[in-house]
């Protein structure tokens, strides 16, 4: 993939505020990416089979036996019905309990950390890292927080404990960061090196890469006994599933719509149902990660983006970058229940909700601000000015028992 289109895209500068602006840039890209070959033909093949039953219910085949063909070192399920279930307002890990409840913001034309205090919303300091900082992203053992510096091909470390810049380790193309639910290796998204390069989660040293035969990996999540996990291709319009203790590729498909931009990646807490955001087609892909079957598509709202669950994990929070929207689906029937509209307009990206739950934090990421929303209305309770291009924030600490990477994912 041509470096100046991957720039463009995701690295360069952003586009204009307006919709016109963006969904109009957004065509250009789409055309120049056809012009390099990286955007796909349209695909084949009919909707699959949506499950409409209790999302609490066991999933025969799937969450029931999952803590028998677990993965080796992946901590138990605490709950076959809830892959989320340690996730609980407030449950935090002894390892987090007295971390002070911060927000920590990656400016990605800025080259800064912004940290805000969620009492007051106020940034109370910036902290200088590498070129292009693309998201911040807890360890798996909780103890660190990792901001990829994608351009400047370094991950810096922050310190939860007092919020402070620590050290910088060299890493190339760190576009995004994962990590395998047995805390054996970090998983590095190398967009544009098109690579899927497992390290040593500690010192960041190279065990494993793997080529990823797509253009743009860039998000993923694990199965429920963790054997494997799903990763987009933003420029490609592919899936990838993945052998977690082989550190192979199982299986690739093409998601069936010319010019697919898939995005963030989630599983439903039941580990049956697997959804995919697509910015291109302005909803979420639906489909058996089991089976890897070819997905549907639920239409949500334009520029569909970031995946979040919440506290008490029935319901999926859905950003719409260009409409400036928050669609609201419950995993028990599989609907959508509402949307929130962001105060003024806006750009909702990447974020992540409060250790409470009544907080939903979302980076603007054409409007160099930072959105809080009320999870118990949709109100927006603040607008708070960053840095320049705000992506993959994180809110920390979160509960859970250990973090599979990315804005934290935890379980």
């Given at each position: ?226 054997r494997y996990f799903i990763v987009s ?138 959105y809080a929303i009320d999870t118990r ?35």
């Amino acid at each position: 993939m041509p470096a100046v289109f991957r720039t463009a895209c995701q690295n360069g500068p952003l586009p204009h505020r307006t919709a016109q602006r963006r969904t109009a840039g957004r065509r250009r890209l789409a055309a120049a990416a056809v012009l390099a070959g990286v955007l796909p033909a349209a695909g084949c093949g009919g909707p699959a089979p949506h499950h409409e039953g209790d999302g609490h219910s066991p999933s025969p085949g799937t969450t029931q036996a999952a803590a028998a063909r677990a993965l080796p070192g992946m901590p138990p399920v605490l709950n076959p019905r809830d892959l989320y279930a340690a996730d609980r307002p407030n449950k935090l890990s002894p390892v987090v309990k007295d971390f002070p409840s911060l927000v920590y913001v990656p400016n990605t034309e800025s080259d800064t950390v912004s940290v805000i205090d969620p009492k007051t919303y106020k940034v109370t300091h910036t902290i200088p890292v590498g070129r292009q900082p693309q998201h911040v992203v807890p360890s798996w053992d909780l103890k660190t927080l990792w901001v990829n510096n994608d351009l400047g091909n370094t991950l810096t470390a922050i310190d939860p404990a007092t919020g402070k810049k620590g050290r910088t380790v060299d890493t190339h193309d760190p576009y995004n960061l994962y990590f395998t639910p047995n805390g054996k290796y970090a998983v590095v998204m190398a967009s544009k090196d098109r690579q899927l390069v497992f390290r040593d989660p500690k010192t960041m040293k190279v065990r494993k890469t793997l080529a990823a035969d797509c253009a743009g990996v860039n998000h993923a999540d694990f199965s429920a006994d963790g054997r494997y996990f799903i990763v987009s291709c933003e420029f490609s319009g592919d899936l990838l599933k993945v052998d977690t203790e082989r550190m192979r590729i199982l299986a690739k498909q093409r998601l069936p719509r010319d010019g697919a931009m898939p995005q963030d990646v989630k599983i439903s807490p039941d580990g049956r149902t697997w959804y995919v955001a697509d910015m291109a087609s302005d909803g979420v892909w639906v489909l058996n990660g089991d089976r890897f079957t070819t997905p549907r598509l639920l239409h949500t709202g334009k520029g569909t983006h970031g995946l979040y669950v919440s506290r008490d994990s029935r319901t999926m929070y859905i950003t719409n970058r260009e409409e400036g929207s928050i669609s609201l689906l419950d995993f028990r029937t599989g609907r959508l229940v509402g949307k929130w509209h962001i105060r003024g307009g806006g750009s909702p990206d990447m974020g992540g909700i409060s250790a409470d739950g009544k907080v939903l934090w979302l980076s603007g990421r054409y409007d160099a601000e930072v959105y809080a929303i009320d999870t118990r209305n949709g109100r927006t309770l603040a607008k708070i000015p960053v840095g320049r291009g705000p992506h993959g924030l994180a809110v920390y600490p979160q509960p859970g028992r250990y973090s599979l990477g990315h804005t934290g994912i935890f379980r």
